[in-house]
């Protein structure tokens, strides 16, 4: 007897260090990723500047030249000063450059500044004044299109098919398409767009439209499916009693089982809205990989994205992109961050007006 | 004004129709090997002119080709790492679009190692006898047999064979095959020795670095970004560098080349600025911007250039040509601004009056002599 029981036990801690080290192995991947990117990230958003008087001209960045008149003390050191200053990367720097800069150090004449324009500048082939606004301004574009365009169309599929559709074989049928539609890769979704929007319909090529329509199809199977679920999950009595008290199908759906369902729709929502942001692939099927230094100012400009924009700056030759890639993979991270807490937040809100 | 030629050029306002709807910003096309020369060139151009940066998009020499002539509208420009073939001069005939050529400068494959690692000097043969599919043998074409070095050339190191270079559908590729071209077609390997890294040269780099023994093929541009920590293989004896690919004698380059569209040109006058500006002594000169991007000049530059002045000529009867200032604005410290216009009201050099360019410099609210 005692000895099954040791067994049993033995049997059970087995069970749960195992768990335990399966957890502690994807922290650990989770935490490598992690702070890599963040160790190469991090120097992105401080850059180097030299007093103007001082700098020669090689040591400025090259678009300096343009703005020689306004002024300024302090410039924006040039991609290889920059990683010198920083990294004590001689790159392509001679002997004699190398000491001008320890002059330059030992004088104060250069200095580490926070990099306000990597938040605030648009794309740009020099990494010292490449900035991600541009990428995050058409993020934000492409992320309102495909709200617009799944947020109606989904809630409305769902609710019809969850609460109005007669169950027959057609609906079965749309019924399991979509929910393999769910699962289908995002590049198909690209493929889809490039001819219905592009080719078909004509608009504009890098514009935020076509993504964030594209980006808006990808997401809208996603957007039935939870919200379905969370329609379904509604107690089927609250319905009869809100039935049994004379109300219409139409007053119980939106009096008692849509405010119910809500903290899971909006949540399905916000998640999928956060997948369609890092979404890289589709877009760059319906080409918007363009170098693009001018913010869009509408939905019909070119635009780029961020997570196209860290793919490009990934497979640029400059040394200096090696962190500005991460620096901008950070940004992306925290956007998402944002984006969930936001999801959570709204559940909670929900949630809590529900019990009381 | 000088050596500028001399343009007559007399001031008139910028509250003209010309800036009251600005133009849309050009489009340019094609080869990823040419596409950090002419994002570079961009940016410089929306400096020096204002006009929009041209968006840029490296989606292949080919497929560049083919969306530059679908239309007479499409793209201004298209960028690419060979001359247009007869077929595609052909449907580009077709559809009535016209466009000049203009060479931009010369780029190099380089065949790269770790630096510290053992380096030799191969031939073209020899390259092929490593990537070719097919190698003729006992008058046959057959399977590539070779698995390591030494099974080319005897003195070769006797390591295996790992080899990182291009994919197919880039300029890079096109080039690679066309080199080592043998008697057995143009394919390369597909049995894991010959290894594609689609567009992302950082990758090659980054496998090179990793690992002692394998070589990587990548363009001079980014072997020059990092000299430092690579080592590049002599090829037929010749090193890669500046004067080497400069001067036509290293095996492995080429000349790039940027296309632009003709057909109604006399409304795009920023068509032609652009083409000035990737021809520029400022962009392609000894101590050019894009010559520490990596691009070698060509000796023919100044003629390029001067095509280029030719091709503002036909599209700018009355425009306001902005460039021509650009030089003038660094050397007298003008402030930068959208608000420095100038009208050209003829391009003649026979009509030109050198003392006569004065612009409109909005901060101070009056006209002012440059010169």
Redesign the interface.
């Known amino acids: 007897m005692k000895k099954t029981l040791r067994k049993r036990h033995r049997r059970e801690k087995y069970f749960k260090s195992l768990g335990l080290a399966s957890l502690c192995l994807a922290l650990l991947f989770l935490g490598t990723i992690f702070g890599n990117i963040l160790i190469t990230g991090i120097p992105a958003f401080f850059r180097t500047e030299i007093l103007a008087k001082a700098a020669p001209s090689d040591f400025l960045n ?2 300096a ?6 002024e300024k003390k302090w410039m924006t050191a040039s991609d290889e000063v920059d990683m010198y200053y920083k990294n004590d990367e ?3 720097l001679t002997p004699e450059q190398v000491k001008t800069i320890q002059s330059l150090e030992a004088h104060d004449q250069i200095r580490l500044t926070f990099n306000g324009a990597f938040l605030t500048h648009s794309d ?3 990494p010292e004044v490449a900035g991600i606004w541009g990428g995050l301004l058409g993020s934000l574009l492409t992320l309102i299109v495909t709200f617009l365009t799944a947020f109606p169309l989904g809630i409305g599929a769902a609710i019809y098919l969850e609460e109005f559709a007669p169950k027959n074989r057609l609906v079965h049928l749309i019924e399991a398409n979509v929910n393999n539609l769910a699962a289908v890769p995002s590049i198909l979704f690209g493929l889809l767009g490039l001819v219905a929007f592009i080719h078909f319909m004509g608009f504009p090529r ?1 514009s935020a439209l076509v993504g964030g329509l594209t980006l808006g199809l990808m997401s809208l199977p996603v957007v039935i499916v939870t919200t379905r679920a969370s329609l379904a999950a509604v107690p089927y009595a609250l319905k009869e009693a809100a039935m049994g008290l004379g109300a219409m199908p139409l007053q119980v759906l939106f009096h008692h089982v849509i405010p119910a369902a809500l903290p899971g729709i909006v949540t399905g929502i916000i998640l999928s809205l956060a997948r369609a942001l890092g979404e890289t692939a589709p877009l760059l099927m319906i ?1 918007m ?6 913010p869009p100012s509408s939905i019909l400009d ?1 635009t780029t994205v961020l997570p196209v924009q860290i793919f490009n700056w ?6 200096g992109f090696v962190e500005n890639t991460s620096g901008a993979i950070l940004v992306l991270l925290f956007v998402l961050v944002l984006l969930n807490s936001i999801a959570i937040t709204i559940r909670k809100k929900f949630e809590l007006q529900n019990v009381l | 004004m000088g050596k500028r030629g001399g343009v007559f050029l007399c001031f008139i306002l910028c509250m003209g129709s010309h800036f009251a709807q600005a133009a849309p910003p050009l489009r340019i096309v094609g080869s990823s090997a040419v596409f950090p020369f002419a994002t570079v060139v961009a940016e410089h151009f929306h400096y020096k002119t204002q006009e929009p940066a041209p968006i840029i998009e490296s989606i292949g020499t080919g497929a560049g080709i083919k969306l530059f002539c679908e239309s007479q509208k499409g793209p201004d420009g298209a960028i690419t790492s060979r001359p247009f073939t007869e077929g595609e001069k052909k449907n580009c005939a077709q559809q009535g679009v016209q466009f000049q050529e203009f060479k931009i400068g010369q780029d190099g494959l380089v065949l790269i190692k770790r630096k510290g690692s053992q380096d030799f000097s191969l031939t073209l043969g020899d390259l092929r006898k490593a990537i070719a599919e097919d190698l003729p043998m006992d008058s046959l074409c057959q399977k590539n047999p070779n698995q390591t070095w030494n099974q080319i050339q005897p003195f070769f190191p006797a390591v295996a064979l790992h080899i990182f270079g291009p994919a197919p559908a880039s300029g890079t590729y096109d080039v690679l095959t066309e080199k080592i071209k043998g008697p057995c077609g143009l394919s390369l390997r597909h049995d894991g020795v010959y290894i594609e890294a689609p567009a992302n040269e950082n990758l090659i780099i980054q496998k090179v670095l990793n690992a002692p023994d394998t070589v990587g093929i990548i363009t001079f541009s980014f072997y020059e970004k990092n000299k430092n920590r690579l080592l590049a293989l002599p090829v037929e004896g010749i090193t890669p560098s500046f004067s080497s690919i400069q001067g036509g004698v290293y095996p492995l380059s080429r000349p790039l080349y940027l296309y632009i569209k003709l057909n109604d040109i006399s409304h795009h006058a920023n068509r032609a600025l652009y083409v000035m500006e990737f021809t520029s002594p400022d962009a392609v000169g000894e101590t050019g911007y894009l010559q520490k991007k990596g691009l070698i000049p060509l000796p023919e530059q100044k003629e390029t250039h001067e095509r280029a002045r030719g091709l503002l000529q036909v599209s700018s009867n009355n425009i306001f040509l902005k460039e021509i200032l650009s030089p003038f604005r660094y050397a007298q410290g003008l402030r930068m601004t959208p608000f420095l216009y100038l009208n050209i009201k003829s391009c003649h050099p026979e009509e030109s009056r050198s003392d006569e360019l004065r612009i409109w410099d909005k901060t101070s609210s009056q006209t002012r002599n440059l010169i």
Do not use: C, Q
């Open positions: 090259p678009h030249k343009y703005a020689l008149d306004e001689t790159g392509n740009s082939r020099e890098p080409g990989v363009a170098f693009i230094a001018t070119p990934s497979r640029s030759p400059e040394m």
